[in-house]
């Protein structure tokens, strides 16, 4: 299922946080939902929302994860547009949600609300058309981009076209930009040698990058990466896509 095509700019969108970005990153969470404000939205938060059920599915517990996505599922009744700060969440909305409810009687509602998922990165640049004067001194950005965002939903494009087009800001292409960074969720924790590993590599490719900081989309991407680059000694950590665009284009204002 590709991702959303919008024949026209919407006036309203539901916002859906995610379960990382609610419980450790929240001040990103907002710092989205004033950029989507700021472009003229009404943006509308259902205070049900929890998990999209992608722990318990990629661990093989379909049957949990139905009944964690299907406490969703009711919570977006109008026909708008599904943002959702985070390429592994949607990614999992968008692509395995109807697959998740195959042969049961949600199956419709599925597809539907999966249908209306799109990631925050691509809704602001191929949606919104994002464009901002540039506010920060200049500075050289890495953007790391998850796999789920890279594979499932083709938006790491978009995550770096925000980034480039800021006119005080180059971004830098590091070694193993494509790789993962070892979360994966409920990977990390099941094979911690490896995802240990697989972090140490990416933390230590952006470093060298030669870039002031990084940025991404996915909170659990930026959890673990940052978690790795504070055993160091350098001053080097990576902050939210919506935390840095905000920042970089006037703040509220």
Known sequence: MPPI???????DVYFFGTCLL??????????????????????HFPQGQSCCGQPAYTSGQPAEARSVARAQLG???QPWPIVVPSGSCAGMMHRHWPTLFADTPDHAQAVAVAGRVVEFADFL????????HDHGDPTQVAVHTSCSARREMGTHLASEALVEQLDNVTRVSPAREAECCGFGGAFALRHP????????????ALQASGATTFVTADAGCLM??????????QPFAGQHLASFLLHRTGGQA
Do not use: H, W, Y
């Open 5 to 11: 095509a919008s024949p026209s700019r919407p006036t």
């Open 22 to 43: 609610d419980l450790f990153l929240p001040e990103a969470g907002l710092d989205a939902i004033t950029l989507l404000e700021r472009e003229g939205l009404r943006v």
């Open 75 to 77: 919570l977006f009744p």
């Open 125 to 132: 640049l191929n949606v919104l058309q994002f464009a901002r």
């Open 193 to 204: 040698d490896i995802s240990g590993a697989m972090v140490s590599d990416k933390a230590a």
């Open 224 to 233: 673990n990466i940052n978690g790795k680059l504070g055993c160091g000694t």
